[in-house]
């Protein structure tokens, strides 16, 4: 008669089976992080991509206002905001808040978004000759 062993044993099954399944909830975890990552970049990229259309809605005012002064800001910013953070098809709706402020010919764009460091972008139109000190 043989002495040897021939074979799996349960317990050998089972200390398999345990550290397959310790590795697939591994990879299982790393791809949550990896889709984390991914939804985080693309928000950022829509964060930049907002504060470029306010810019772009800003020098299109500029271009309509015969000074910085005279540009209608607000009616600017209400309608940026509207787009892009208030209505509930916007792509920031109930992630983020948008703020446009100013100081003569510059502008703070700024892009806020739930628990996120603020993102802020400056913008400075040029002054016309009749602003110039």
């Not at 949550?32 to 504060?51: I, R």
């Not at 010919?105 to 806020?112: E, G, Q």
Request: charged letters at 20%; proline letters at 3%; a neutral charge.
């Amino acid at each position: 008669m043989s002495t040897g062993q021939r074979g799996f044993g349960l317990v050998e099954s089972l200390v398999a089976l345990l550290v397959l399944s310790l590795g697939l909830v591994t990879i299982a975890a790393l791809q949550l992080k990896s889709l984390q990552g991914a939804h985080e970049g693309y928000q950022q990229a829509l964060a930049s991509v907002a504060a470029l259309d306010a810019q772009e809605r800003l020098w299109a005012e500029y271009r309509r206002a015969p000074a910085c002064a005279d540009m209608a800001i607000g009616q600017v910013e209400r309608r940026w905001r509207q787009y892009w953070f208030d209505e509930g098809e916007a792509l920031l709706a109930g992630d983020a808040l948008g703020a446009i402020e100013r100081q003569g010919c510059a502008f703070m764009i700024t892009v806020t978004r739930v628990s996120f460091v603020p993102a802020t972008y400056r913008l400075e139109l040029p002054a016309r000759s009749a602003e110039r000190p």
